[in-house]
């Protein structure tokens, strides 16, 4: 995905797209430009690599302009390059665009352009959709860009500044988000408030196949037919504070400190029924409980919630479940009828295989329920019902407390209907949502292992490839502690279910092979003690996770995380923490990018 920002209005527009496009850089990060209209010319600057070396530039040559557009790229077509990087402009130079989303129908529509005689100069989609832009400007460019959106089969959220036109930007989206914020006497638009909330807390989100014509003098919104079409404004809900770093090095690490409270804002009011926000809950139990068929899908990170969901909506429930990879989901033709729920978990909600599993089972009959973090965002509107992990933004493009959340809302959706279907009887109840309510401040204490981490993470930062070992419930935490090691410093990192290791990985086990292992006193403890024993024999080095106040690890690991107590339903979420604080400091201690890691980017809005 890439961040899109525009302004217009009293103000020098440059510093402005640079601050926004600081704050989307988390959408994207392999280049960045902006087009400003300067003396009634275009003026394009654009460099491959971070904000910061676009600002650079931008300092050593100065702009004046009241109105100007912004982008951050994440690639899709075209390799990262200065040449590639937006704005594009067409062949006559009178109009700039920016784009986030693909153009499908892009070759075919360049073949057009091309007999009629338009030149291109880069490998980008965009390219294609500013030269139909400039094809159709005739005299109005709110219809040129109508025209070419007509044309365009695909997802975008574009916007267009013409010198012709001067003060005026037009945007338009069709399934990737575009904000307009409003100030006084100026406009803003992004892919995310985020980008203008310093300035203004006022909205207007532009939805599907709308057009907004935005000036200083305000925003007028019409369909792709043209009527116009009345827009609420609403207030955004976040504040500067929750996406600045607020003295943390790092988004990631201050996202790490937040999970305390985030598991709080997740739990509040939902824990006992009549709770305030439990409504969505009981909707949501209501369906489950009469479903022929459960599927829960979703990608990456949220992926491996959804597994934690499938072990804890089985054992503690009762209800068979199935898990899917979102982008496997639609094909393999999965059974699906007007009683099946799917339920999609997205922290972005924006994550386009959620979102095409989401709609393909929906035209399936099914009924669509999304975990999501984002409100308005397009997995809550796709869905019958909507469960808010309530996390607050997440910036590092690495997920971590919305991971926890996502988990958190899994065990009230799992206690919930473990008392509907009677298979956790009262008392069982009470136990659990007495360990629910104690879990910030038990998350707190697994927080408390941060110093000792950062020593072991000092010990492993030249591995070339780490284990992750879990059974149950803690297998997918095995996973997700990998992909973190993974995304963040560059190792090689493999999750597995413990007892899998002897049937291939422990062929890799040698003295330079760590291996991490979740091993808290639960019921499986006895058979994973067995598999670190069969590490230990190898002399695989372990790093083991385990219950407060355990000894019988201590003889067989070479460092051992002791946790707080808990009820083993809870553990993963305890159990997450010391793991992202690993891949952490160990991407730091090897002076990586920790908040934008190479080739990724927060949501991926392609399929
Ligand atoms: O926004 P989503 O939860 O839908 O994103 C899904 C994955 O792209 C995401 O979890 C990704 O795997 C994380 N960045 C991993 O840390």
Redesign the pocket.
Known sequence: MCGIVGYTGGRNAAPILLAGLGRLEYRGYDSSGIALIQNDNLIVRKKQGKVEDLRLSLEREPTASLIGLGHTRWATHGVPSEQNAHPHVDNANRIALIHNGIIENHAAIKEFLLSEGYQFYTSTDTEVLAQLVGHHFHANLADAVRAAVNQVEGSYSIAVIAPEDPLTIVAARNGIPLIIGIGEGEYFIASDTAAFLEHTNQIITLEDHEIAVITPAGVNVSAAGQQHIRKEISTVASNLEQIEKNGFEHFMLKEIYDQPRALEAAMRGRIDPGGINYHEIEVVLSYLENASRIYLT?????WHAALIGEYLLEQIAGVAVEVEYASEFRYRQPLIDKKTVVVA???????AD?LAAMKMAKEQGAMVIGIANTVGSSVSLASDETIYINAGPEIG???TK?FTSQVMVLILLAKALGERTGRLDARAAANMAQAIEALPEMANASLGTAGQVQEIAAQFERSRDFLYLGRGLNFPVALEGA??MK?ISYIHAEGYPAAEMKHGPIALIDENMPVVCIAPRDDTYGKILSNIQEVKARRGRIIALTSEGDKGINKLADHVIQLPETIPALYPILAAIPLQLLAYHIAVGLDLDVDQPRN?A???TVE
């Not at 979703?298 to 949220?302: H, I, L, M």
């Open positions: 979703a990608c990456g990170t949220s978990i997205s922290q972005s909600g924006e994550t959620t493009v690495a997920s919305s992909l973190k995304e990724l927060k949501c991926v």
